[in-house]
């Protein structure tokens, strides 16, 4: 039997390989503040998602997809496989911040371009603008069309007073609401790409981010709603017409077939947005902060129908990506993620002895098997939170997160029996979570200080109690 098993996994791994020998296209949907159950293909009962869900029971669901708190930090792990400790991008990018994601990290659109693709991004960028050197088109991206920031009228793309909408670097007037806009363009895109190239396409829709704005029409459906979860039931509806345009536009060329497909949230949802059976919202490393709502899809290659529970980071794309694309992951910054395809493909375990969630080098959670470990958790919501959210709730001084009103530092919890993170048994547990905790130490001792971006710096985590050094 052994025997057997062997050669049927040999068998998988060199099928496999021949498989992912043509380059396939890669498309990458994120959604903006979506929760981790307002999907129905995970647990939504109130939003019509048909065309989210139909891709999700055609692929693999990721059960445990760790991202940032909040947005711009999980877009720098995305686009580079290292932790915000590395990058330094641990908040948000505000309008005319002089920083961004620092211009020594490579892209992973840099590394797909280098391997041969055509690259282009629809949508929110949101890792900084102040100079040409920081803009999508600098950093590995053919192509940009969409906008800088968060948080902009759907309809006149203000945000402010500032217009925030731009074609390639230049800021353009145009009529349409936001969502219709970014899925025509990746319809355009994909019709007109070149085909003696694999096409890597960017989707971070700002929907469905505040401010909640939606055409009439979308709201129809849902007159059983009422307030901010009927303009977030419409919006999300939206999108999932967009993405459903999408697919229709891979399908109309023949490039579905050679298509990956992959969904996900760039953060927790916050109110009202719901993240049942999670702890907390948008902002918060609890599990409703930081786990995404997920999956992946490519025919033939991807099981469908099936859900992973086995955890994983947005770290990860970068190098699984890059290794299914051919190209190389030689460079001169040291990756964080790791590659996760026989995990997708093959239900291998998860590459990670440990996943960091961080928000600052003294604000960490550490996930180890079915453990997590939490250091000065709050349940903080989003400074950005919705109208009809709890904007504010839960902060200290200049909207920063406070501790949890409960007065934990520290806190041990068992996520196979626990998902809503409500029992501490770091008490009951205190060899566990002294080397949990050191564990986490050592993931924060060469941490970035937050204001010194791109600078190596240590920040003092000995003590969960003690501040960063300003």
Not at 50 to 68: C, F, H, M, R, W
Not at 178 to 191: G, K, P, Q, V
Not at 295 to 310: L, Q, T, Y
Not at 398 to 411: D, I, N, Q, R, V
Request: hydrophobic share 35%; aromatic share 8%.
């Amino acid at each position: 039997m052994k025997i057997i098993t062997l050669l049927f996994s040999s068998f998988l791994l060199l099928a496999s390989s021949f498989a992912v020998e043509k380059q396939p296209n890669i498309v990458f949907l994120l959604i903006d503040d979506l929760g981790y159950a307002d999907c129905g293909f995970n647990g939504g009962k109130d939003i019509h998602t048909p065309n989210i869900d139909k891709l999700a029971a055609a692929g693999t669901v990721l059960e445990s997809l760790y991202v940032q708190p909040v947005c711009s930090p999980t877009r720098a792990a995305l686009m580079t496989g290292r932790y915000a400790t590395h990058t330094g991008v641990y908040t948000i990018v505000r309008p005319h911040a002089t920083w961004g994601l620092p211009l020594t990290e490579r892209t992973l659109a840099n590394a797909l371009h280098d391997a041969g693709y055509a690259t282009a991004i629809t949508g929110k960028w949101h890792l900084g603008e102040f100079e040409p050197a920081y803009l999508p088109t600098a950093r590995g991206f053919d192509h940009h069309y969409g906008h800088y920031f968060g948080m902009l009228d759907y309809f006149t793309h203000l945000r402010g007073q500032d217009l925030d909408w731009y074609r390639d670097g230049q800021q353009i007037k145009e009529e349409g609401y936001t969502t219709h806009l970014l899925s025509r363009e990746a319809c355009r895109i994909i019709t007109e790409k070149d085909k003696t190239k694999p096409l890597f396409l960017y989707v971070p829709f700002n929907g469905v981010h505040s401010p909640l704005e939606v055409p009439d029409e979308y709201l129809k459906p849902y007159g059983e709603l009422k307030g901010a979860r009927q303009k977030l039931a419409g919006m999300l509806s939206a999108v999932d017409e967009a993405i459903g345009q999408i697919v229709a536009a891979l399908e109309s060329t023949g490039q579905r077939e050679n298509t990956l497909i992959i969904f996900s949230t760039d953060n927790g949802g916050p109110p009202p947005g719901t993240n049942t059976p999670l702890r907390a919202f948008k902002g918060s490393i609890y599990e409703g902060g930081v786990r995404g709502c997920a999956f992946a899809n490519w025919p033939g290659h991807i099981p469908a129908g099936k859900r992973v529970k086995e955890p994983m980071h947005t770290v990860d794309w970068y190098p699984t990506l890059v290794k299914l694309a051919g190209g190389t992951l030689e460079q001169k910054t040291a990756l964080d993620g790791k590659d996760v395809w026989p995990m997708l493909t093959q239900g291998a375990p998860s590459p990670h002895d440990a996943i960091l969630c961080v928000q600052s080098p003294t604000v960490a959670a550490l996930r180890m098997g079915d453990w997590k470990l939490v250091m000065n958790g709050s349940d903080a919501d989003s400074e950005e939170a919705p109208a009809g959210g709890a904007k504010g709730k839960g902060k200290g001084k200049k909207g920063k997160p406070k501790a949890a009103e409960s007065g934990e530092t520290l806190a041990l919890y068992n996520l196979a029996t626990d998902i809503g993170e409500k029992e501490n048994l770091a008490a009951k547990e205190p060899e566990r979570t002294a080397t949990m905790r050191a564990r986490l130490a050592e993931f924060l001792k060469d941490a970035v200080i937050p204001g010194q971006v791109g600078h190596e710096a240590t920040a003092l985590i000995e003590q969960p109690k003690k501040k960063a050094r300003k």
